[in-house]
């Protein structure tokens, strides 16, 4: 398999996260793969951010879950973008997503658009948490899944296997051979995050993993040649 490299929150580290903007610029820059966060409105709308408040990334306070969709969009998401919809991200970009969902309510909302929109070769589905997941395959069969770790052992790896997960997408700063070896015995697919460096990407290279999420569009360039 060719080296992935999946542009984070789009192209996050020159454009504002999570927009239409920095999606398309993400695929103008040649990345493979578009992530993306999602959380739902309080009307049920698949919105797209990272957090669960609006605080951080918009001119907004408050939780998403407390706002309708015409209350979020209002509101100014960087450089005058408005704040998206799931929907909305698919139209704008021809590349493949990768979808983070942060609960089952989440996974039942995307598995309906799923279904409507026949995106199963499209949309890989990850979480940190594995009920998300293992409720998104049963809704979604053949749905592609990977289950992400921050702070992890190598229970993640059993983990991801109970949960049905093709793919593990790991925090380098807790990053180990003995995670990677074990990963690998289990024909799982790893992905590094974040690798914003060349000291980063050696390391992803070094080990063999089989992409990286990047918020800066230069990481595809080099990628390809570094060894």
């Not at 698919?90 to 997503?97: G, N």
């Not at 070896?181 to 390391?203: C, H, P, S, Y």
């Amino acid at each position: 398999m060719n080296f992935l490299t999946i542009g984070h929150r789009g192209v996050m580290g020159v454009e504002p996260e999570n927009t239409l903007r920095s999606f398309v610029a993400a695929e103008h820059a040649g990345l493979d793969v578009v992530e993306l966060d999602l959380h739902l409105s309080k009307d049920g709308a698949l919105v797209v951010m990272h957090d669960p408040e609006v605080d951080r990334t918009t001119d907004g306070t408050g939780p998403i879950a407390d706002r309708t969709l015409a209350e979020l969009r209002t509101l100014d998401a960087g450089r005058g973008e408005r704040v998206p919809v799931f929907e909305e991200v698919l139209a704008a970009v021809r590349l493949p997503l990768q979808a983070e969902i942060k609960d089952v309510q989440a996974a039942r909302a995307l598995a309906a658009v799923m279904h409507e929109r026949d995106l199963v070769d499209r949309v890989e589905v990850s979480s940190f948490h594995d009920e998300a997941l293992v409720e998104i395959a049963r809704l979604v069969p053949g749905v592609r899944t990977a289950l992400i770790g921050s702070r992890y052992g190598l229970d993640l790896v059993d983990r991801a296997v109970r949960a049905g997960a093709a793919t593990v997408c790991l925090n380098l700063r807790r990053l180990t051979l003995e995670t990677v070896e074990e990963a690998r015995k289990r024909d799982l697919r790893i992905i590094g995050w974040v690798v914003n460096t060349q000291e980063q990407l050696r390391l992803v290279r070094a080990l063999e993993l089989d992409g990286a999420t990047t918020d800066y569009p230069e990481i595809r360039r080099t990628g390809r040649f570094t060894a």
